[in-house]
């Protein structure tokens, strides 16, 4: 086994839930799917089952349930074991013939006990035993219609999606965000008078929803599994108050504390809240080709963290438009391709200029090792010259077998190097160190009156203007640079106006992208142009306006 890191924690977490998956039919939610994804490979998960045709669906209300040639079932879930998930559980089973089921949680029993409302003295008491995880494993049966069938619940902490042996992310804690300081108005309603917070440093554990501390105690029990695979004893530190709540919560987690008596290393785990770097997650400064690879190509589908690579180029068909989609698309994720592993672990750690050259320098290799006619060329690497050594493997179904990653890589590159918003990407940059010297020279009203004239609607916005997601991108880093300032009557007439510039350039929109759905919060509102109304919009914050949200929302929309 491999020295004990994120990936060796994702496999051998993985190799436990496959060993139960022979002859099964399998149902996976989209983050253990993702984990899998990046950690294993679908190869891997076939290789398991084992039967002739793998029957791999999508976990939801709305999935076929198994046929009489189909009697096991193996779901794979990366949640609490209540509510929906119960119900969807039992509504496929209840239309399928199966005689053995597995559940597989990314849940820990001692979670599942809390969300059960066991007070902390009783689970104390139950350690050893999985009442939760027995009573379900009855309705199982039940719900198979033969008490006398066999039904296994059990716990696996399928928490990382590991990106590289020393990048790992956490795909079911995608939506996990920091409060907000309009967050602790909506908090102080269902609070007394007397015990009312005046800020985001005030706010602790028992300020938050009982959904949001669900949500933090299933990371905090996912990342104490992985300490323990490590084998250390944890010290945390937390910068921000969010991430201070949940420091505390695994400094405080009881199984955390059992652990820690044994551990014979030490480790620092360190906590940071996203909104304290907005900076960093907006701006184009970085010299990186993997961060434009996922900036500009299109998201796989079910994944936050992986793209669509158009894999036309090596068919027969027309590099046309709609013959895109006939295609299955490539990806970043080559969990089983060594070469190719390789080549995305350098793309990760290298300049752009650097990566593209070993871009190339795998192609070469790689059509050497094959004996294909390449011609080399020095000098600048371009996207003709990839795709040319590319096309190469086109004909050569041997070859192209070999080397699917690595060209599942090359045909990314090419794309984002081709992408009309790489060319965009430069323009960016230079706004932004424009506005970095317009900050510290000017006030901000006269900053923010140079974004105005490039708010443009669709109708005369050219290939090289700003779209509403990108201003409001300007519009983040702007006031995320800035930082504290004073507010006067020259910023509030600015900050009006350019309210007025994005209402206006939100309602000549044609449709709006999900993204801008979500952050002007009502999906119609093109109707706003016809009850002159006018939205919303608030330049200091451009995420959904919390007072919309349920309590249990509050903390947990993320950030495109």
Known sequence: MSAPGVLSFTQQVWEQVLAKMKRALVYLDAACAESLHWGCGSTRLLEAVGSPACH???????????????????????????GRTVETLRDIIRRSHFQYCVVVTAVSHAVHLTANHVPAAAAAELEGQQPVFEQLEEKLCEWMGNLNYTAEVLHAPLLLAPVAPYLALTPSFASLFPLLPQDVHLLNSARPDKRRMGSLAEVDATALT?????????????????????????ECFAVG??????????????????????????????????????????GHH?????????????????HTNDVMVNMVELTALQAKEENHNMVAPGCLAQSNDTAAKALWEALLSTKHKEAVMEVRRHLVEAASRENLPIKMSMGRVTPGQLTSYIQ???????????????????????????????????????????????????????????????IKPS??????????????????????????????????????????????????????????QKITVTPLLLTVRRTQRQPDISARSAWPRRGNMSDGELGSRGFS
């Open 392 to 454: 190469l493997f086109k004909n050569n179904h041997k070859a192209l077998m070999n080397h699917c990653g690595l060209l599942q890589l090359g045909l990314a590159t090419v794309q984002t190097l081709k992408h009309p918003q790489t060319a965009k990407w430069d323009n960016f940059l230079a706004f932004e160190r424009l506005l970095l010297q317009s900050i510290g020279e000017s006030a901000m009203s006269i900053v923010l009156n140079q974004l105005l004239p490039m």
């Open 459 to 516: 109708n005369q916005r050219t290939s090289d203007d700003y779209s509403p997601e990108e201003l409001l991108i300007l519009l983040i880093y702007i006031y995320s640079v800035t930082g504290e300032f004073t507010v006067d009557k020259d910023l509030g007439e600015a900050e009006e106006k350019l309210k007025k510039a994005l209402a206006h350039v939100f309602c000549e929109e044609s449709e709006l992208s999900p993204l801008l």
């Open 241 to 282: 108050s969010f991430s201070r709540i949940i420091a505390s919560d695994l400094a405080n987690y009881a199984p955390a504390k059992n652990r820690r008596k044994t551990a014979s290393g030490r480790a620092s785990v360190v906590f940071v809240d996203r909104t304290l770097d907005l900076t960093g997650a907006v």
């Open 210 to 234: 009982p959904e949001l501390l669900l949500q933090i105690r299933c990371l905090v029990s996912g990342l104490s599994s992985l300490c323990e695979h490590l084998g250390v004893r944890e």
């Open 56 to 82: 791999l669906r999508e976990f939801e209300p709305d999935a076929a349930g198994g046929g009489a040639e189909q009697p096991k079932a193996v779901f794979v879930l990366s949640c609490l074991l209540k």
């Open 286 to 302: 970085g010299d990186n080709l993997v961060e434009k690879i996922i900036s500009v190509l299109p998201q796989l589908p079910g």
